[in-house]
């Protein structure tokens, strides 16, 4: 029992490997360890450990996650694409104990019970799920429909600070634009409006409910899991598969980043004697597979890898939510934004030394879904009306985007003078647009093709949906009392003469009409989006859960086709996307498939 940099030798095998500590592996490595005391697990995680660090557990640090020398997330960039202005897009993921859960945003979102019937597998429909949904939460808010869990590890909260000034001007801007407030945007139906968003945050102390603190920490620590081991900064090159195509255990070497003194070539094997479960993410996940000879035989190929098993969806259809992140130069005092921590108006130093309540902070107190109405829809072209048709216009609890309001700015600060700003994220919430992830080469030094393939897909849908978010958070934006001004940079540059132009939008503008876009100006935002759009950090897809024949990777057991013992549970099983920020299905994946290997196992479920 206990955290190990380098595993001890009398561990020369247990019953179960899992291979990545973030949001669903440390689920199920803790659910396994409650089943049964004498079934021994290994969790191996790539990154550092995540005990007591304040970057992690004050919420409102989470920025400090992402700086170019860090050690908490690890980062996959894209191929230059035509189609996004010959950019390559950086995607950060999580690289610590609790991956994403440790790192992001806290923001609470939920997707919607419909999404789940699309996926179109047995054990996996919306109702099938909710009950997963519950487990892991501690709701904190009022709960009219019984839809949310109340006695789960996981709390969910306003936490201590809350900045309701401007959550309530969001609130009155998008009531005037016929969004109504709602009492639990999260209640995963309701598809149009806009509410309070509450966050992954403890009521009690304000700390992060990062799955590391909430799970598998306490069970490392209580004295009654000596059968759970987990072993930190430490690369999983492949998983071991016999001639019979069954999992044996992994090869496995110490992660050069991390730990001093160590090439990068020392490697060593442990044995699994019941199960392998992958769950190192969308786009670590698939390249262990093609790393492992399981892939599509051409892939494996040029890469230089024998094919073991033959599985042409490894790597396959990568989605993301294709988010536009808005800034806008804002009239609150700019020691009641979020940029306050940061930019000096207060001491950082001393907020952390007195766990002031503002660090249980990220920024974001309302959030919104949204769907068009039936006169825009009718401007948004033929190709967008087919896919409204087919997949909206009858389910009227699918969001068409989701809005999210920061107190101040979400992204990279830099290119902007210390101030009071708020940010407006948009984001598709099913995008069309597929792209993929492979190994080149056999090690793990070798490079990856990696396609986001954003705004590729036939019809343009994606591109459509951009452009109507755009305008509409512009819009929500101007009607805000606490908006000052447009910022040039965060906009297209529209024709000469354009009426949507920004020049002079500021100060105490007229919102009682909308911003007239002619076909130019359409053209402009289109080049913006392709010139701006990125990453939510919400991939998800390349080993999806769906028949071979369908490019699927797993069947509904979350077992890989044609292999034995062989599992992986984290977002890449998804066959189709969301509507909200991924961590909760990330949860509901982890209890799931806990549950689905408890049973297998013979194990007494809890």
Same mark, same amino acid.
């Given at each position: 029992?206990?955290?190990?940099?380098?595993?001890?030798?009398?561990?020369?095998?247990?019953?179960?490997?899992?291979?990545?500590?973030?949001?669903?592996?440390?689920?199920?490595?803790?659910?396994?360890?409650?089943?049964?005391?004498?079934?021994?697990?290994?969790?191996?995680?790539?990154?550092?450990?995540?005990?007591?660090?304040?970057?992690?557990?004050?919420?409102?640090?989470?920025?400090?996650?992402?700086?170019?020398?860090?050690?908490?997330?690890?980062?996959?960039?894209?191929?230059?694409?035509?189609? !996004?202005?010959?950019?390559?897009?950086?995607?950060?993921?999580?690289?610590?104990?609790?991956?994403?859960?440790?790192?992001?945003?806290?923001?609470?979102?939920?997707?919607?019970?419909?999404?789940?019937?699309?996926?179109?597998?047995?054990?996996?429909?919306?109702?099938?799920?909710?009950?997963?949904?519950?487990?892991?939460?501690?709701?904190?808010?009022?709960?009219?429909?019984?839809?949310?869990?109340?006695?789960?590890?996981?709390?969910?909260?306003?936490?201590?600070?809350?900045?309701?000034?401007?959550?309530?001007?969001?609130?009155?801007?998008?009531?005037?634009?016929?969004?109504?407030?709602?009492?639990?945007?999260?209640?995963?139906?309701?598809?149009?409006?806009?509410?309070?968003?509450?966050?992954?945050?403890?009521?009690?102390?304000?700390?992060?409910?990062?799955?590391?603190?909430?799970?598998?920490?306490?069970?490392?620590?209580?004295?009654?899991?000596?059968?759970?081991?987990?072993?930190?900064?430490?690369?999983?090159?492949?998983?071991?598969?016999?001639?019979?195509?069954?999992?044996?255990?992994?090869?496995?070497?110490?992660?050069?980043?991390?730990?001093?003194?160590?090439?990068?070539?020392?490697?060593?094997?442990?044995?699994?004697?019941?199960?392998?479960?992958?769950?190192?993410?969308?786009?670590?996940?698939?390249?262990? !597979?093609?790393?492992?000879?399981?892939?599509?035989?051409?892939?494996?190929?040029?890469?230089?890898?024998?094919?073991?098993?033959?599985?042409?969806?490894?790597?396959?259809?990568?989605?993301?939510?294709?988010?536009?992140?808005?800034?806008?130069?804002?009239?609150?005092?700019?020691?009641?934004?979020?940029?306050?921590?940061?930019?000096?108006?207060?001491?950082?130093?001393?907020?952390?030394?007195?766990?002031?309540?503002?660090?249980? =902070?990220?920024?974001?107190?309302?959030?919104?879904?949204?769907?068009?109405?039936?006169?825009?829809?009718?401007?948004?072209?033929?190709?967008?009306?087919?896919? =409204?048709?087919?997949?909206?216009?009858?389910?009227?609890?699918?969001?068409?985007?989701?809005?999210? !309001?920061?107190?101040?700015?979400?992204?990279?600060?830099?290119?902007?003078?210390?101030?009071?700003?708020?940010?407006?994220?948009?984001?598709?919430?099913?995008?069309?647009?597929?792209?993929?992830?492979?190994?080149?080469?056999?090690?793990?030094?070798?490079?990856?093709?990696?396609?986001?393939?954003?705004?590729?897909?036939?019809?343009?849908?994606?591109?459509?949906?951009?452009?109507?978010?755009?305008?509409?958070?512009?819009?929500?934006?101007?009607?805000?009392?606490?908006?000052?001004?447009?910022?040039?940079?965060?906009?297209?540059?529209?024709?000469?003469?354009?009426?949507?132009?920004?020049?002079?939008?500021?100060?105490?503008?007229?919102?009682?009409?909308?911003?007239?876009?002619?076909?130019?100006?359409?053209?402009?935002?289109?080049?913006?989006?392709?010139?701006?759009?990125?990453?939510?950090?919400?991939?998800?897809?390349?080993?999806?859960?769906?028949?071979?024949?369908?490019?699927?990777?797993?069947?509904?057991?979350?077992?890989?086709?044609?292999?034995?013992?062989?599992?992986?549970?984290?977002?890449?099983?998804?066959?189709?996307?969301?509507?909200?920020?991924?961590?909760?299905?990330? !949860?509901?994946?982890?209890?799931?498939?806990?549950?689905?290997?408890?049973?297998?196992?013979?194990?007494?479920?809890?």
């Amino acid at each position: 029992m206990g955290i190990y940099s380098s595993l001890p030798d009398e561990i020369a095998s247990v019953d179960v490997i899992i291979v990545g500590g973030g949001t669903s592996g440390c689920v199920i490595a803790s659910r396994l360890a409650d089943a049964d005391s004498q079934l021994t697990i290994l969790l191996i995680e790539a990154g550092p450990d995540n005990l007591n660090l304040p970057s992690i557990y004050h919420p409102a640090l989470y920025r400090t996650n992402y700086t170019p020398d860090t050690t908490a997330a690890t980062y996959f960039q894209a191929r230059r694409e035509a189609q !996004l202005a010959e950019r390559e897009i950086l995607i950060p993921t999580g690289g610590i104990l609790g991956g994403g859960s440790s790192v992001n945003g806290s923001i609470y979102t939920r997707p919607q019970m419909c999404d789940f019937d699309s996926w179109n597998t047995i054990g996996w429909t919306g109702k099938e799920v909710v009950p997963f949904f519950k487990k892991f939460e501690t709701y904190c808010g009022q709960d009219s429909q019984g839809c949310h869990g109340h006695d789960g590890p996981i709390k969910v909260s306003s936490g201590l600070h809350r900045g309701q000034v401007i959550e309530s001007d969001f609130k009155s801007a998008m009531a005037q634009l016929g969004y109504p407030e709602v009492e639990d945007l999260q209640d995963l139906q309701t598809g149009n409006g806009v509410s309070h968003s509450r966050r992954y945050v403890s009521p009690e102390d304000g700390k992060r409910q990062d799955v590391a603190h909430a799970y598998l920490h306490p069970r490392l620590q209580d004295g009654r899991h000596s059968n759970l081991h987990v072993l930190v900064a430490t690369q999983v090159t492949r998983v071991l598969l016999d001639q019979n195509q069954e999992a044996t255990g992994v090869e496995y070497r110490a992660n050069p980043k991390l730990r001093s003194g160590v090439t990068g070539t020392l490697a060593g094997t442990i044995k699994a004697s019941k199960m392998v479960v992958l769950s190192a993410g969308t786009l670590s996940t698939p390249c262990i !597979l093609e790393r492992s000879g399981v892939g599509d035989p051409q892939v494996l190929e040029r890469a230089g890898i024998p094919t073991i098993l033959a599985l042409p969806g490894v790597g396959r259809d990568f989605q993301d939510h294709q988010a536009l992140i808005t800034v806008y130069s804002s009239k609150l005092d700019a020691v009641d934004t979020f940029e306050s921590i940061y930019n000096g108006d207060r001491n950082l130093q001393d907020l952390v030394a007195t766990r002031d309540k503002i660090l249980s =902070w990220n920024g974001t107190d309302a959030s919104a879904k949204i769907r068009p109405t039936m006169s825009e829809i009718n401007t948004l072209g033929e190709q967008f009306r087919l896919s =409204w048709d087919e997949d909206f216009r009858n389910n009227p609890s699918r969001p068409l985007t989701t809005v999210l !309001l920061t107190n101040g700015i979400l992204g990279d600060p830099r290119p902007f003078p210390v101030g009071s700003y708020f940010t407006i994220l948009t984001y598709t919430a099913y995008p069309y647009s597929r792209g993929h992830v492979h190994v080149m080469g056999p090690e793990l030094e070798s490079p990856i093709d990696f396609v986001t393939g954003y705004l590729s897909d036939d019809r343009g849908v994606d591109l459509n949906v951009q452009v109507w978010a755009y305008k509409k958070q512009r819009e929500i934006a101007r009607r805000m009392k606490h908006f000052h001004s447009e910022i040039m940079s965060q906009h297209p540059v529209f024709p000469p003469g354009s009426k949507a132009s920004c020049a002079g939008m500021g100060g105490d503008i007229s919102a009682k009409t909308g911003i007239v876009y002619s076909s130019e100006d359409d053209q402009a935002i289109e080049r913006f989006v392709r010139e701006s759009v990125g990453t939510t950090w919400h991939p998800i897809g390349t080993c999806k859960m769906a028949p071979v024949s369908q490019m699927g990777v797993v069947d509904e057991t979350l077992g890989v086709h044609n292999a034995r013992k062989l599992k992986v549970a984290d977002m890449s099983i998804a066959p189709k996307n969301v509507s909200g920020n991924t961590m909760s299905t990330a !949860l509901m994946i982890g209890e799931r498939a806990a549950d689905i290997f408890i049973k297998e196992l013979g194990l007494r479920p809890v």
